[in-house]
């Protein structure tokens, strides 16, 4: 079984992850990984605003105190979206910003106290929501593109 401390090292690590994407050419940047599918460019577009949704609708309430506002959305619609948004944007500003949302998302859970990391919360459709739920996905979710983004480099 996952721990809340061993879950936030694999968390944690992708910061230096997205950091070692500035060595990635602006043409690797923007190649589909496959036929079909995303660009590194659309890939951390996609990471990038979840993070920033799931600090804004769950985790910053949880650490103030207050109801979670996150809602399960049209994730078709939500990722199009992200995609769309990674071509308004530099490389650099965007490797930055994941890092950055990372950075406050980790700060903001390491500053819940053990009853709030152990509390199970209702979100805003009334479905269970606990911390250890919420990093063993995105750990996972972490993997699953960051293996993408590592097979089709050969990356380390």
Wanted: charged fraction near 25%; charge should be negative; proline fraction near 4%.
């Amino acid at each position: 079984m996952h721990t809340i401390p061993s879950l936030m090292i694999a968390f944690e690590s992708y910061i230096p992850f997205a950091a070692s994407l500035r060595q990635l050419s602006d043409d690797e940047w923007v190649t589909p990984l496959a036929p079909g599918k995303w660009s590194t460019r659309e890939i951390m577009a996609h990471m990038m605003l979840w993070d920033r949704h799931f600090m804004n609708e769950a985790i910053a309430p949880i650490a103030e105190g207050k109801p979670l506002t996150y809602k399960q959305s049209d994730f078709n619609l939500f990722n199009g979206n992200a995609a769309a948004y990674s071509k308004t944007i530099s490389r650099e500003e965007l490797i930055n910003g994941c890092i950055a949302v990372r950075e406050e998302l980790v700060t903001l859970l390491k500053s819940l106290n053990d009853a709030q990391k152990e509390e199970e919360y209702r979100d805003g459709n009334g479905n269970p929501f606990t911390i250890l739920f919420y990093l063993e996905d995105f750990v996972e979710h972490d993997a699953h593109h960051r293996g993408q983004i590592v097979q089709f480099f050969g990356l380390k």
